[in-house]
Structure formats: C-alpha cells, structure tokens
C-alpha cells in the first residue's frame, strides 16, 4: 500500500478556492487516486478518481503531476457545507484501503 | 434505491456481552468490509470480503467475527465485547477492481458503546 501524507486540518472562507495536496512517493504503476469525503455522523463519499493529469467532475478537480508522487484535490468556491474531513487513498486493490486520518476543512463565513 | 444500510444505528453493550451488526447492500456490489473509526483517526479495515462465502482479515481484525453468507449481506460479529471496541463502525461495498479502483459506497455507521 502507498503511504499517503496530507494536511491534518485547513482553514478557508466562503467562495474561496480550497486546494489540498496528498504526497504519495512510493504510489505503484497501476495505483489510482481516490478522494473522499465525509461529513460529521455520515460514511465517507467518493468525491473523484484520476490516473493521471488533470480530472474535473460537478464537485472537485484532481490534479496529478507527470511524476504522479503527489495529487492536489481542488474545490472551487467553498461554502459552509464543504466542511468536512477529506481523504486521500492510493492504490488499486478494491479492498486494500487505508483512509489514514485525512485533511479536516474548516470553511467559515 | 436504498444504497448500504446498517443495522443497529446505535447500540450500548455490556462487557463480556456478544452481539452483531447487520450490513446489506442492494447494489449488487461483488466486495465488502467493515471498518471502525475512533476519534481523531481515520477508517481503520477490520475484515473484508471479496464474494459470498470468503472473508479476509483486514488491519484490526482481532476481537471480531464476519460472515458473508448472503451477497447482499455482511456480519460483523463481536464475541465477548470489550471497551477498547467502542467506536463508530462503518460498512462498505464496491464492484471488483479491474483496470481501475471501484469507488467504495458507505453505510450511515453503527455508533457502538461497550460500558
């Protein structure tokens, strides 16, 4: 399993561009990246999934440089209920998952 | 289309006491696992199973028990409970992964508390 390292909490305003970086050094060939979120008294979301490069969906973009050892989740325009944990996960296996502690957003007005 | 669901949702035990949790997915979903979370730290993997009849152990499977009889369900099992095992558990489920990761879909969580 991919060690994944993340910020353990970030502070940011309403309407502003939130972006977290997930350091992966030793992530494997086939390894993907995976986001999630959860919110307090809720199980974790699949937020978005990328190989390589840059993917965009309706929530977030993920941003993954050519030498893939690190990943940037990017949320455009916080609000209020972007507060959450978010979570880095590297691998490929389905059931080899390690969540670690995730990066914990704060947005305030 | 009701996704994972988890039974109980809350739960306070005695030491020594036995129960089990329910997970059921109606999603088809080939994989699942069970998870707990504690304070502070991320989702921890207690046991998972790949198919109907096979399970596997996950990081902190001790003190635990699971059974996959059914597709669309899995047990998690606690023998004699103890209160180290107070904690939120989480279930999940997923498509095998093939050429890529299949997202994982969670339950609401079991809150669980052993006294």
């Known amino acids: 399993l991919a060690k994944t390292t993340q910020p353990i909490s970030m502070d940011s305003y309403e309407g502003q561009e939130v972006n977290i970086t997930c350091s992966h050094n030793n992530i494997a060939t086939n390894d993907y990246i995976t986001w999630y979120q959860q919110f307090p008294s809720q199980g974790p979301r699949f937020i978005i999934q990328?190989?390589?490069t840059k993917v965009t969906n309706e929530v977030a973009s993920l941003f993954i440089p050519a030498d893939r050892k690190s990943s940037t989740l990017s949320l455009p325009r916080v609000s209020l209920s972007d507060t959450a944990v978010y979570y880095c996960l590297v691998g490929q296996s389905g059931y080899a998952l390690n969540f670690g502690k995730g990066t914990s957003l704060l947005v305030t007005p | 289309n009701a996704g994972v669901t988890q039974t109980p949702k809350f739960r306070v035990l005695k030491t020594g006491q036995s129960m089990t949790l329910l997970c059921a997915q109606d999603?088809?979903?080939?994989?699942m696992y069970w998870y707990r979370q504690d304070p502070g730290m991320g989702l921890r993997l207690i046991h998972y199973?790949?198919?109907?009849?096979?399970?596997a152990k996950g990081e902190v499977p001790d003190g635990y028990n699971v059974s996959r009889l059914k597709k669309q369900n899995f047990l998690l099992g606690l023998e004699s409970a103890a209160p180290s095992q107070t904690s939120v558990y989480f279930c999940?489920?997923?498509?095998?992964?093939?050429?890529?990761?299949?997202?994982?879909?969670f339950g609401d969580g079991t809150r669980l508390s052993i006294l």
């Open positions: 999940a489920s997923s498509f095998p992964s093939t050429a890529s990761r299949q997202p994982q879909h």
């Open positions: 999603m088809n979903h080939e994989y």
């Open positions: 199973s790949v198919g109907e009849g096979t399970t």
């Open positions: 990328g190989y390589k």
